[in-house]
């Protein structure tokens, strides 16, 4: 035989060796009750190009991208585009139901969900979020509703049912009296009456001494995590290690949820910043999981989405064949961090006097000087006003309809109605060398505002690239009244400068990479369904919450070798 034939045999024989060795680990059905613990970690609207785009940010792979098992599917009963409740409901619970549905079947049923089955097992339960700690992804392992957005009615569902609540959302635990939003009962006092230590602090993390700990951090949601007060709020990370290290205590184990909840807020806001930023804190929160399992030799991690949000590209048609996501690495905040940068420098005046005409609005000189705290001196003999704002100094000349500063003579853009000149803003703002944006409230045209700013001078310190005159009418033609508006517009132009696309503002319908470390990890191997993810995850724990586990997990297995 040849000797190059001979060498080619080698090779097949050797990889067949090596696919065959994978299968048979792959394979092997894990013994029932074999992880003690469970860490599930939900990166919420994490898809694959989430990954991708980070991974370039990063300049190499994610830590847990190497334990990579399958992948999931996320449609819910009544779309094929789940909401977080719908997806969380089939995680937690292993039914599927509606979108909007807190852990209530379409037909009315409550089913218990994956952490009540370690708690009655006499395991210690843990529930970790970005967001408020009663929103929809957190809600469905603890609670049941048919509406997620009944929050007050969930919170009342956490107490001696979750031994570790760390996350955002105080307003949902405390009475109106104190500034919350339940009625009648104060559940932090509650808590705290049954045992728990209760934080509100990064400072006080360190003195959690309990079994038990109710952490809340901010009175509705946690920002993210660029913008992320470091001083006061602790990091994913530092949450999920508070949660492992009083959580494995218990000699019988624990299950523990932890959720990056902001990574979908971002895709939402279509914001490759914070999207980026946030996957990164979502990674070192991983870490966390995966360095105690290793060193337990008896926990289970597993890590995947609830669905995708926002359909992100990486690459956009300006940009054919390229990407320029390391634009993004000199930010210094989220596209929520500009907008607010934006309203705190801009100086705004109420226009519900002006007169809007062909898109412009239009206000009577002496009204715009008076709210802006500058002075206008009115000439009868050369039918003129000198106008002065600070160091801008004009003379409108209305017999010539012009505008003169300095030496310097350009029509004006005005009209006289009823002897009153009115003046457009957006002139005004030119000769002020800023922008002017609008705001606008539904149903309170009262309450309109014109935004006076200088747009690059607040932008372009946190985005950290320059803005081109495009940039710059996009983020003024949006309602700056509108907090999504703005703050989505910010999005879209960063986006622009890494050459990166997204397809939607909500969420998307493809299925989910899965990971996996540890006791059981292989059984995630393959295509799986959403709800069989806690089907599995009972089985490895021992915690049977569903008949028939055994013969569950022998059908696929049988479907992963046919």
Do not use: C
């Not at 098992?69 to 995680?91: C, E, H, I, R, W």
């Not at 980026?276 to 804190?281: E, P, Q, R, S, V």
């Amino acid at each position: 035989m040849n000797s190059s034939f001979k060498k080619v045999g080698k090779v097949i024989i050797a990889a067949s060796l090596l696919i065959s060795s994978f299968a048979s680990v792959a394979s092997a059905a894990e013994e029932k009750g074999s992880a003690k613990n469970v860490i599930l970690m939900i990166p919420d609207g994490m898809g694959i190009s989430y990954l991708t785009a980070t991974r370039i940010f990063k300049g190499e792979e994610l830590s847990f991208e190497r334990y990579m098992k399958g992948l999931m599917k996320t449609y819910s009963s009544d779309t094929n585009v789940t909401d977080s409740a719908a997806a969380g409901t089939a995680m937690a619970t292993g039914f599927k139901t509606n979108n909007g549905m807190i852990s209530v079947t379409p037909d009315g049923k409550q089913p218990d969900s994956i952490l009540d089955a370690a708690r009655e097992r006499g395991k210690s339960t843990g529930l970790i979020a970005t967001s408020r700690i009663t929103h929809a992804t957190p809600a469905v392992f603890t609670a049941h509703d048919p509406s997620r957005g009944n929050e007050v009615a969930l919170a009342t569902d956490y107490i001696n049912k979750v031994d570790v609540i760390l996350g955002g959302g105080r307003d949902m635990f405390l009475n109106e009296k104190d500034g919350g939003k339940q009625p009648e009962r104060n559940l932090v006092a509650e808590a705290q009456a049954a045992g728990y230590d209760y934080i509100t602090n990064r400072s006080e993390l360190n003195k959690v001494s309990s079994n038990k700990v109710l952490g809340l951090f901010a009175m509705s949601d946690l920002k993210y995590e660029i913008d992320r007060d470091e001083q006061n709020v602790p990091s994913l990370s530092e949450m999920t290690e508070l949660a492992v290290d009083v959580l494995s205590k218990n000699e019988k184990g624990f299950f523990l949820m932890v959720e990056g909840s902001q990574i979908d807020w971002s895709g939402h806001a279509n914001d490759p910043v914070a999207t980026i930023t946030d996957m990164l804190a979502f990674e070192d929160a991983v870490d966390v999981a995966l360095d105690f399992a290793k060193k337990d030799g008896n926990t289970l991690v597993v890590i995947v989405g609830d669905h995708e949000t926002g359909g992100i590209n990486i690459g956009n048609t300006p940009g054919g064949y390229k990407e320029n996501i390391d634009v993004l690495k000199k930010a210094t905040g989220s596209a929520n961090a500009v907008r607010d940068a934006l309203k705190a420098q801009a100086l705004s005046i109420n226009i519900a006097d002006a007169k809007l005409v062909d898109n412009n609005y239009y206000m009577p000189i002496r009204e715009v000087t008076a709210k802006m705290n500058g002075q206008l001196t009115y000439n009868k003999e050369d039918f003129s006003a000198d106008v002065m704002w600070n160091n801008v100094k004009f003379q409108l000349k209305l017999r010539e309809k012009q505008v003169v500063v300095g030496s310097e003579a350009k029509a004006a853009d005005f009209f006289i109605e009823n002897s009153t000149a009115y003046f457009n803003l957006g002139q005004i703002a030119e000769l002020m060398g800023t922008q002017v944006a609008y705001g606008t409230t539904k149903d309170k045209p009262q309450e309109t505002k014109a935004y006076f700013v200088q747009v690059k001078k607040a932008v372009e310190p946190i985005v950290g690239f320059e803005l081109n005159d495009d940039n710059v009418k996009s983020l003024t033609n949006v309602n700056w009244d509108d907090r999504f508006q703005l703050a989505n517009e910010v999005g879209t132009v960063m986006s622009a400068h890494a050459l990166i696309s997204w397809g939607s503002r909500h969420h998307t319908g493809e299925e989910l990479p899965l990971y996996a470390y540890g006791k059981g990890a292989y059984e995630f191997v393959g295509l799986i369904d959403n709800i069989d993810l806690p089907r599995i995850i009972s089985y490895l724990m021992g915690v049977e919450l569903f008949e028939n586990e055994e013969q569950f997990m022998q059908k696929l297995e049988e479907r992963r070798n046919q």
